[in-house]
């Protein structure tokens, strides 16, 4: 069990709780690219209401919800050339907050030049509108490879999740939870709805797991059953990108899943997914951006793939796991190095450092360690992740499965 | 319940520290971190296992 205090503590994401506080030095993606037009959008981030719109100049703009003025919301508003006009009196802000135009005021009146609207610094990258709420000056962007590579097709699937960030993270440092949650229950209903085969790889067991702490975060390695210490998964693994990402895929196919905390009880779930075939893709004329459900048409979770049995266990934790009633053993130990970590980092904060993965360097490229043979076999992975991961909902899926021409497997 | 105080250095584990329970066997372990000596150790009732630094 964790104490009542120490779960409040790792569980709060608002202005002031300590953890919220060493969330605000990391750049957050706030929205996919197509969210940012001239028709201004409410965005919900670290417990803070927001309006994103992009103005006539192509500017894209994050302002707190509610005008300074008399405190409608910025979203009931039009963009015009430069910034965005209130819908309630006219009152126009760029996108540095600062006040524009107050029509009604006298002409002569200095009043606009003492009106700040509050405004955040956005970056847009890979598909992806970055947001930074935290004290300035902000760090860089960090420019992480699947978001920069030249040569890879992207797509972005996301989902609001009804839970706090913090239990979804855990599951990246909890590997045995693949074997049962994906390979005895995901078999399990493939069992109960006729499907002769089960997965292969999800079902291996695991004979060794370790967790190390390094410069991205935590670094996940696993033996499974069959295999050795001389296979990728152990000898090259895959990291939690710290505080919100984890790194996922196989040769080709590279994925990071980024929780974005909306507020303490929901979270923003991003699958940001490349594909980049040997020799590297050809052109993408821009990036798909879909929705993943949670629901099927009866109104019941979806979970009948990968992601959505992730995605039942970390809701039906609760809307924060009460970990004062939690059991932890020996294999949870990923888990509560984790806490552990965002301790350690929530302490630095206080003590005015920069956090762990922090970048006041400008740079071209921060390249994260990946298997390329996941599980013992790249094929045999792209085979599962293209049909029982999110990417089944992916308006390309069928183009991605055709990019790698990995035959179609006997489970299928 | 728990662990009150740092193994290493004595200071009290407030909030800013971090204690967290877990089970191996029969044996009942606390892994604890100290914000003020920086100390990270798993107590088990009736031992204490140190982690040593990377050197």
């Known amino acids: 069990m964790l104490s009542a205090e120490k779960n409040e503590r790792l569980t709060r994401v608002g202005p002031g709780a300590p953890m919220g506080e060493l969330l605000r030095r990391y750049w957050w993606p706030v929205a996919t690219h197509d969210m940012a037009t001239r028709v201004p959008v409410k965005r919900r981030l670290l417990g803070e209401d927001l309006v994103l719109f992009r103005d006539g100049s192509g500017t894209v703009g994050l302002l707190a919800e509610q005008c300074p003025h008399r405190r409608a919301a910025l979203w009931l508003g039009c963009t015009e050339d430069v910034g965005l006009r209130c819908g309630y009196h006219g009152w126009r802000f760029d996108t540095s907050g600062r006040c524009l135009e107050q029509p009604g005021e006298p002409t002569e009146s200095t009043f606009k030049d003492r009106v700040q609207a509050t405004a955040y610094p956005v970056q847009e990258l890979g598909g992806l509108i970055f947001a930074y709420l935290g004290p300035l000056p902000a760090p860089e962007l960090p420019r992480y490879d699947l978001f920069v590579w030249e040569d890879a097709w992207r797509d972005i699937g996301h989902a609001e999740l009804p839970c706090n960030f913090v239990q979804i993270m855990e599951n990246s440092v909890d590997p045995y939870h693949v074997e049962w949650l994906h390979g005895r229950y995901g078999n399990f209903l493939r069992e109960i709805g006729g499907h002769d085969a089960p997965l292969p790889v999800v079902s291996k067991k695991h004979v060794r797991v370790a967790f190390e702490v390094f410069e991205h975060g935590i670094l996940k390695r696993r033996v499974l059953e069959g295999h050795t210490e001389e296979d990728e998964d152990w000898k090259v693994g895959h990291p939690l990108v710290f505080p919100h990402m984890l790194r996922v895929g196989a040769a080709g196919l590279a994925t990071f899943q980024i929780r974005v905390p909306i507020d303490d009880e929901n979270t923003w779930h991003v699958w940001y997914q490349t594909y980049r075939p040997e020799g590297g893709a050809p052109p993408q004329e821009s990036i798909p951006v879909y929705d993943v459900p949670l629901f099927d048409e009866k109104g019941e979770y979806l979970r009948d793939y990968v992601d959505g049995q992730d995605i039942v266990a970390w809701i039906t934790q609760g809307r924060i796991s009460d970990r004062t009633k939690e059991h932890l053993g020996r294999s949870d130990l990923g888990v509560i190095l984790l806490r552990k970590l965002y301790a350690e980092q929530m302490d630095a904060v206080a003590r005015g450092e920069d956090p762990l993965c922090t970048y006041r360097e400008p740079h071209d490229v921060i390249d994260l360690p990946m298997e390329r043979d996941k599980f013992g076999s790249a094929v045999e992975f792209r085979q599962l992740w293209t049909r029982e991961s999110s990417i089944r909902y992916s308006p390309i899926k069928d183009e991605i499965v055709e990019l790698f021409g990995d035959p179609v497997p006997t489970w299928a | ?55």
Do not use: Y
């Not at chain 2, 604890?32 to 798993?42: P, Q």
């Open chain 2, 1 to 55: 319940m728990g662990i009150g105080f740092c193994p290493g250095c004595g200071t009290a584990l407030d909030e800013t520290s971090f204690v967290q329970e877990f089970w191996s066997g029969a044996d009942r372990h606390f892994l604890c971190w100290c914000a003020s000596c920086r100390l990270m150790c798993t107590v088990i009732i009736g031992a204490l296992v140190g982690t040593e630094p990377e050197h």
